[in-house]
């Protein structure tokens, strides 16, 4: 080995030691402001900077767990789980990657709904999970999502759904594609009866998901700077290379050129998605 | 090399070539050698047949995308008649990459939507690549609503490598577009089959390609994300596009195998391309039979069975 290699075939040099001074987690930094950040203070602010109002993402659970009323709260279909019908194997296998997303998230797949209040209005809520394969939609995330449209069927009150996803899950191949046509099926049921569906983009909603269940909100929502789309910005780059604009893709721009009715602070979702909600369903103002 | 072959047929390009060059010397001279080209004749088609008895994943789908595959437009001709096209979705533009109109099938007057793509250059541009726009998926909803008003069935044909992915289309809500349609064609109040004639192409082939039969030609294809893709999100390499190809499962055969397409609509030997007037027919035929079918079920029957069949794509364990 020569003297040159020695020096550079390391790897990835960190700079180790002295950076352990500080007990791990206890302080984050925001990506935009580059604040240093008390974790339990951001944690309380629903993962929003509070020096800049960047909006971080949030896991669904938590994401149910500050957008409803502490009581009551049922959770829906929680016992669906993934099969690897089709032995898909990239680099990895597809059951090994399902192994490893439950563990390392403690969910079964990537979308989490219940039945309960906001503000007292009943509803039924779904978030996903973005940190499970990218928040990627497959059969469990349709199939609940259908359970979800059912559910508020069955209770006559509205459903709200947060997404957050890379879009169609490619593990499952044509199946995940199906549940494009799944998913939005279910919500022309929901339509058909009467019942609000108000859909809320966050960070990032974008293929197969953005081109379907997302975009169909009787009302759609968007959290600020959300990247949503439907191709990704790498692949409009790649094929008509030119340089993006600037806020390319953000809800700013999807709000500019009509694809939501608005954008709502994640610290004012429930307030305003109350108020929304009880008009819609002629109930009395929440307070 | 012959490029009307692709890499895998080259064998039969061969054959075909020497044929050529027998005829040719054939006619120049006295000496009968019709024996000897009919002989590498039968030769060609047992070679074509072996070869396309065991064609891969990969294989298909460059079929499924041959220059001379034939697009809607060629099927529109071959099997419908007094086909008027029409045009723009009203508020924006016309877009060429979707095609669509009212015909007559045998006597009965249809709806047909389809993706079309350009055979040269020019048209090739014209039609962007078979890559819609917003505009052309509003253009089809449309025509899906025409049709349901003057119960006219539609027949869609699905052949795109995707919706297109610009900055205009991103602007004009490309999402949105795909998404109403699904939404649409799942309440639509008329019959609807829904072919792949050539590349089904993720969610731009799934948003005119949602009703109550879906059909493939052998050698078309139909995948969440085009092999390259996925290939190079997977294996973060463009290489292992014939990998994924095997791994999406994105033939007829197998998605047939999967229940999640109902029929398959055989090609003459060789491809579609090879016999288009046999392909047509074969498409012709299918259409019709499933039509006769679909028309005799009370509508409201029709629309429950349309929605069933999509709330049972999916596999997943409940404990």
Same mark, same amino acid.
């Given at each position: 080995?020569?003297?040159?290699?020695?020096?550079?075939?390391?790897?990835?040099?960190?700079?180790?030691?002295?950076?352990?001074?500080?007990?791990?987690?206890?302080?984050?930094?925001?990506?935009?402001?580059?604040?240093?950040?008390?974790?339990?203070?951001?944690?309380?602010?629903?993962?929003?900077?509070?020096?800049?109002?960047?909006?971080?993402?949030?896991?669904?659970?938590?994401?149910?767990?500050?957008?409803?009323?502490?009581?009551?709260?049922?959770?829906?279909?929680?016992?669906?789980?993934?099969?690897?019908?089709?032995?898909?194997?990239?680099?990895?296998?597809?059951?090994?990657?399902?192994?490893?997303?439950?563990?390392?998230?403690?969910?079964?797949?990537?979308?989490?709904?219940?039945?309960?209040?906001?503000?007292?209005?009943?509803?039924?809520?779904?978030?996903?999970?973005?940190?499970?394969?990218?928040?990627?939609?497959?059969?469990?995330?349709?199939?609940?999502?259908?359970?979800?449209?059912?559910?508020?069927?069955?209770?006559?009150?509205?459903?709200?759904?947060?997404?957050?996803?890379?879009?169609?899950?490619?593990?499952?191949?044509?199946?995940?594609?199906?549940?494009?046509?799944?998913?939005?099926?279910?919500?022309?049921?929901?339509?058909?009866?009467?019942?609000?569906?108000?859909?809320?983009?966050?960070?990032?909603?974008?293929?197969?998901?953005?081109?379907?269940?997302?975009?169909?909100?009787?009302?759609?929502?968007?959290?600020?700077?959300?990247?949503?789309?439907?191709?990704?910005?790498?692949?409009?780059?790649?094929?008509?290379?030119?340089?993006?604009?600037?806020?390319?893709?953000?809800?700013?721009?999807?709000?500019?050129?009509?694809?939501?009715?608005?954008?709502?602070?994640?610290?004012?979702?429930?307030?305003?998605?109350?108020?929304?909600?009880?008009?819609?369903?002629?109930?009395?103002?929440?307070? | 090399?012959?490029?009307?072959?692709?890499?895998?047929?080259?064998?039969?390009?061969?054959?075909? =070539? #020497?044929?050529?060059?027998?005829?040719?010397?054939?006619?120049?001279? @006295?000496?009968?050698?019709? @024996?000897?080209? %009919?002989?590498?004749?039968?030769? %060609?088609?047992?070679?074509?047949?072996?070869?396309?008895?065991?064609?891969?994943?990969?294989?298909?789908?460059?079929?499924?995308?041959?220059?001379?595959?034939?697009?809607?437009?060629?099927?529109?001709?071959?099997?419908?008649?007094?086909?008027? @096209?029409?045009?723009?979705?009203?508020?924006?533009?016309?877009?060429?990459?979707?095609?669509? /109109?009212?015909?007559?099938?045998?006597?009965?007057?249809?709806?047909?939507?389809?993706?079309?793509?350009?055979?040269?250059?020019?048209?090739?541009?014209?039609?962007?690549?078979?890559?819609?726009?917003?505009? +052309?998926?509003? #253009?089809?909803?449309?025509?899906? @609503?025409?049709?349901?008003?003057? #119960?006219?069935?539609?027949?869609?044909?699905?052949?795109?490598?995707?919706?297109?992915?610009?900055?205009?289309?991103?602007?004009?809500?490309? %999402?949105?577009?795909?998404?109403?349609?699904?939404?649409?064609?799942?309440?639509?109040?008329?019959?609807?089959?829904?072919?792949?004639? /050539?590349?089904?192409?993720? +969610?731009?082939?799934?948003?005119?390609?949602?009703?109550?039969?879906?059909?493939?030609?052998?050698? %078309?294809?139909?995948?969440?994300?085009?092999?390259? +893709?996925?290939?190079?999100?997977?294996?973060?390499?463009?290489?292992? =596009?014939?990998? =994924?190809?095997?791994?999406?499962?994105?033939?007829? #055969?197998?998605?047939?195998?999967?229940?999640?397409?109902?029929?398959?609509?055989?090609?003459?030997?060789?491809?579609?391309?090879?016999?288009?007037?046999?392909?047509?027919?074969?498409?012709?035929?299918?259409?019709?039979?499933?039509?006769?079918?679909?028309?005799?079920?009370?509508?409201?029957?029709?629309?429950?069975?349309?929605?069933?069949?999509?709330?049972?794509?999916?596999?997943?364990?409940?404990?």
């Amino acid at each position: 080995m020569s003297w040159l290699k020695k020096i550079f075939n390391t790897g990835i040099r960190t700079e180790g030691g002295q950076k352990k001074a500080v007990p791990e987690g206890l302080w984050t930094k925001c990506a935009v402001c580059n604040a240093v950040l008390y974790r339990a203070e951001l944690e309380r602010n629903q993962e929003v900077c509070p020096k800049c109002d960047h909006h971080m993402r949030l896991g669904g659970r938590r994401r149910l767990q500050h957008f409803l009323d502490e009581e009551p709260r049922v959770e829906i279909a929680m016992n669906i789980e993934p099969v690897d019908a089709l032995k898909f194997k990239d680099q990895k296998k597809y059951k090994d990657r399902i192994t490893a997303a439950q563990k390392s998230t403690a969910e079964k797949d990537a979308l989490i709904a219940m039945m309960g209040n906001v503000k007292g209005v009943p509803l039924v809520a779904a978030a996903f999970e973005f940190r499970f394969m990218g928040g990627s939609m497959g059969s469990v995330v349709g199939e609940k999502f259908v359970r979800c449209v059912d559910t508020a069927i069955e209770h006559n009150i509205p459903f709200v759904c947060f997404s957050a996803s890379g879009g169609a899950r490619m593990q499952e191949a044509l199946f995940s594609l199906m549940q494009m046509a799944k998913t939005s099926a279910a919500l022309a049921k929901l339509r058909k009866r009467g019942l609000p569906f108000i859909s809320v983009l966050t960070d990032p909603t974008m293929g197969g998901v953005s081109a379907s269940l997302a975009m169909l909100g009787d009302i759609n929502v968007a959290e600020p700077k959300a990247l949503i789309g439907f191709a990704g910005p790498r692949v409009i780059e790649q094929t008509v290379r030119q340089t993006l604009p600037e806020g390319f893709q953000r809800s700013e721009f999807l709000l500019e050129h009509g694809a939501v009715d608005m954008i709502i602070d994640r610290r004012n979702m429930r307030d305003d998605l109350a108020g929304i909600l009880s008009a819609l369903t002629h109930q009395a103002t929440p307070v | 090399m012959n490029l009307n072959f692709l890499d895998f047929e080259q064998p039969i390009a061969e054959l075909e =070539a #020497k044929i050529e060059e027998l005829r040719y010397v054939g006619d120049d001279t @006295e000496v009968n050698i019709s @024996e000897e080209i %009919s002989r590498l004749q039968e030769k %060609s088609k047992a070679l074509t047949e072996s070869i396309f008895a065991n064609l891969n994943a990969w294989q298909i789908s460059q079929l499924a995308r041959h220059p001379q595959r034939p697009y809607t437009f060629d099927y529109v001709n071959h099997i419908f008649t007094d086909f008027y @096209e029409l045009h723009g979705d009203r508020t924006f533009a016309d877009d060429n990459a979707i095609v669509g /109109g009212i015909a007559r099938l045998e006597s009965k007057p249809v709806m047909i939507i389809g993706q079309q793509k350009g055979r040269d250059t020019t048209e090739k541009i014209r039609r962007n690549f078979g890559m819609p726009r917003p505009e +052309g998926y509003r #253009k089809a909803m449309r025509l899906m @609503e025409l049709a349901e008003r003057f #119960k006219l069935p539609l027949l869609t044909f699905i052949d795109t490598p995707g919706a297109y992915p610009g900055i205009d289309a991103e602007e004009r809500g490309q %999402s949105e577009a795909i998404a109403r349609n699904l939404l649409v064609m799942s309440q639509l109040k008329t019959p609807i089959i829904c072919t792949v004639i /050539g590349e089904g192409g993720s +969610g731009g082939a799934l948003a005119i390609g949602v009703g109550d039969r879906l059909m493939m030609l052998q050698y %078309s294809t139909y995948s969440v994300i085009s092999p390259e +893709g996925c290939s190079s999100i997977l294996w973060k390499s463009a290489d292992n =596009a014939a990998e =994924a190809a095997e791994a999406m499962g994105i033939t007829s #055969k197998r998605l047939k195998e999967l229940g999640l397409v109902d029929q398959i609509v055989p090609e003459p030997l060789g491809g579609a391309h090879r016999d288009v007037k046999s392909m047509a027919l074969n498409l012709k035929n299918a259409l019709l039979e499933n039509l006769e079918y679909l028309e005799g079920m009370p509508l409201d029957k029709l629309l429950d069975q349309r929605y069933q069949r999509h709330m049972n794509f999916g596999n997943y364990n409940e404990t």
